[in-house]
């Protein structure tokens, strides 16, 4: 038994109340921008073949069990992506998702085990009209919430400013004096002594066996995602290929991905790509991702062959998802994410 009350308990349901008022009238807002650009709302189904394949995602496991008592293999998914892209291959032109997403290994201040995605797509639009959209979101929720600015842990944002555009490139050396790209090859490929050597100099540190990826999230973490979102929200883009698994490279710098990610108060919100089309190409990166999760977890996920073979006639799109609890929780003031959430999953 733990010391504090449930959610249920009256008096703790009406101090949490509020703030799960505003999260309706945000959630209703949306739909009603949505509404007005001609988008279609579409709902998934929850279980998918492949929960996703990024070698740090971790999906809640299950099987469906046939009038013959065969079973198959099943998981909850961790985005909708898969089937909005199923979706786009199918004909529709604007798309978005509201709805409960999955994912294992996370639980704390900002992770829930069951939380809210918003994911939305435009067919033939560049990735750069998501981040207008990522801007128009904040002003919307913080109207919702009666919020004048935003705040998580001693960090403020003003959410009706025009988010601060920065290349992950100007970021590593903004906040950590280490020129990214020196370590990326013009195909994409990463070189670790290269970037290792930069690390150390930063400070920050490193293990015996940290590869490319895991010194480039060592640097994010510690240096770069704390600085971000400060006074007004960072459209964070640019992404090395070799870190965006699942977007097309730019036809600016082939080293690089469209790829951003919104943070607000140093709390990431949300997650965008210009979609990578290839599916030879997209295989080749999900194996890959699924090599370097057998190597840490022990273990990996099936590919979803049906997402790669609508892949081959999805029109170009660019598409994003959102953490809508996250935003609640920063246009409420709220500084855990079950403050925002109606019914918290059960656990310690």
């Known amino acids: 038994m733990t010391d504090a009350s449930p959610w249920w308990t009256p008096h703790i349901h009406a101090d949490r109340r509020p703030r799960l008022m505003a999260r309706n009238a945000i959630a209703a807002a949306l739909r009603g921008w949505f509404a007005e650009r001609d988008f279609v709302e579409v709902t998934t189904s929850a279980l998918q073949v492949s929960p996703g394949n990024e070698a740090h995602l971790s999906a809640f496991a299950t099987e469906a069990i046939g009038p013959d008592a065969s079973r198959q293999p099943l998981y909850l998914h961790t985005s909708p992506e898969f089937a909005c892209k199923k979706l786009l291959a199918a004909g529709e032109k604007r798309i978005f998702s509201l709805g409960a997403v999955y994912r294992n290994r996370e639980r704390g201040l900002l992770h829930h085990p069951e939380f809210t995605m918003l994911e939305w797509y435009r067919v033939a639009e560049t990735y750069e009209s998501l981040m207008d959209d990522c801007a128009d979101f904040l002003a919307l929720a913080a109207e919702k919430a009666g919020a004048k600015s935003f705040g998580f842990r001693g960090r403020e944002a003003d959410p ?20 990214l790209l020196a370590s990326v090859a013009a195909d994409g490929s990463a070189e670790r002594e290269t970037l290792h050597e930069a690390v150390v100099g930063a400070g920050v540190r490193t293990a ?6 895991d010194l480039f999230s060592r640097v994010m973490v510690e240096k770069i995602e704390p600085a971000l979102g400060q006074g007004r929200a960072t459209i964070l883009y640019g992404y090395p290929v070799s870190e965006a698994a699942l977007a097309r490279p730019s036809a600016v710098d082939p080293r690089v991905a469209e790829r951003f990610e919104l943070y607000c108060c140093g709390v990431e919100l ?16 999900f194996i890959a991702e699924m090599d370097e999760k057998q190597r840490i977890y022990g273990e990996r996920y ?8 609508a892949l081959a006639i999805m029109p170009q799109a660019s598409g994003s998802a959102l953490g809508f609890d996250r935003l609640v929780m920063l ?18």
Not at 302 to 309: H, V
Request: aromatic share 8%; glycine share 6%; no cysteine.
């Open 160 to 179: 009706f400013a025009e988010p601060e555009r920065l290349s992950v490139a100007e970021a590593f050396m903004r906040h950590a004096g280490i020129d």
């Open 270 to 285: 949300a997650n965008a790509f210009g979609e990578l089309t290839d599916p030879a190409e997209q295989r080749r990166r």
């Open 331 to 348: 246009a409420t003031g709220a500084q855990k994410i079950e403050d925002v959430i109606w019914a918290p999953v059960a656990g310690a």
């Open 302 to 309: 099936p590919l979803d062959e049906d997402f790669l073979a």
């Open 208 to 213: 015996p066996d940290d590869n490319w990826a």
